[in-house]
């Protein structure tokens, strides 16, 4: 475990492997975790940092704020502290759409880009994430907080059923969204979703240059897996790959494809 200081707090990350260094970002109620057998496989190639977003995982929860645009400034952060001058983003859901941001605001700094089930749209989330945008749940939390505490409790079962329709090994989805999500505070978690559901990358997406991949699952519950042709439609130059035994997390449903498909557009392009 590795931890780096920065005025708004600690971010939690963990490093592997040797060569280019590649920054992976998780989504929603995830962390670095997601990123364990990506790690293993690719950490032959590459030199990769698996963040922990604010108020996420082993991140500290002291930032001014948890949104979309606070966690590209702390990727931003990072990169000057370890001294990365440029390098690749992978993003998985709201980790790809920090990915844009961080490619559309600091585009000298970003190699090229990965999303993964990212939105461009807010608006092609799950009617079960929009609801959880709902700005109100930030206040209640804050004000209530034995109320988040009772969610929590009854969410985790609900998690662990809910991941049978989200993965194809829903039991280890299952366990890792539980054990992520009972890490995550009120703010961080209402906070985080509300802006994602609030952005849309559209007007600038065209604006980039460098290459730009999007991986979406056919069988996507979360994110419309329309947002691939979105990303296309925005950005003619990047390239659309559609997983069509995949879900939400293609690492876990179609494994080698992924990690192939992933490697050989980090190397090539």
């Not at 475990?1 to 970002?25: F, K, N």
């Amino acid at each position: 475990m590795a931890s780096l200081v920065t005025e708004q707090g600690i971010v939690h990350y963990e490093a592997y492997g040797r060569g280019r260094p590649v920054l992976l970002l998780h989504g929603w109620m995830n962390s670095w975790a997601l990123w364990r057998n990506t790690i293993e496989v690719l950490g032959k190639d590459f030199r990769l940092y698996a963040l922990d977003f604010f108020g996420f995982g082993d991140s500290g929860a002291q930032a001014e704020e948890f949104s979309v645009n606070n966690f590209s400034l702390m990727v931003d952060s990072f990169m000057d502290r370890m001294g990365i001058v440029r390098a690749p983003l992978v993003g998985h859901s709201m980790g790809g759409t920090v990915s844009l941001s961080v490619a559309i605001r600091q585009p000298e700094k970003v190699v090229k880009v990965i999303v993964i089930g990212s939105p461009i749209q807010g608006n092609s989330l799950s009617p079960l994430l929009k609801l959880a945008s709902y700005r109100g749940w930030i206040g209640l939390g804050q004000t209530t907080p034995i109320l988040y505490d009772a969610f929590q409790k009854g969410f985790k079962p609900f998690l662990r059923a809910y991941s049978y329709m989200l993965a194809k090994d829903g039991r280890t989805l299952g366990n890792m969204l539980t054990t992520d999500v009972a890490k995550i505070n009120a703010t961080p978690f209402f906070e985080s979703i509300g802006t994602l559901r609030a952005t849309d990358l559209r007007p600038r997406v065209s604006e980039l240059q460098m290459p730009v991949l999007g991986i979406y699952g056919r069988k996507d519950l979360i994110v419309d897996s329309g947002q691939g042709k979105v990303l296309k439609d925005s950005l003619p130059s990047s390239r659309v790959e559609m997983f069509d035994a995949s879900g939400h997390f293609p690492m876990m449903d179609e494994t080698e494809r992924f990690h192939s498909t992933v490697r050989e557009f980090l190397y090539n392009g």
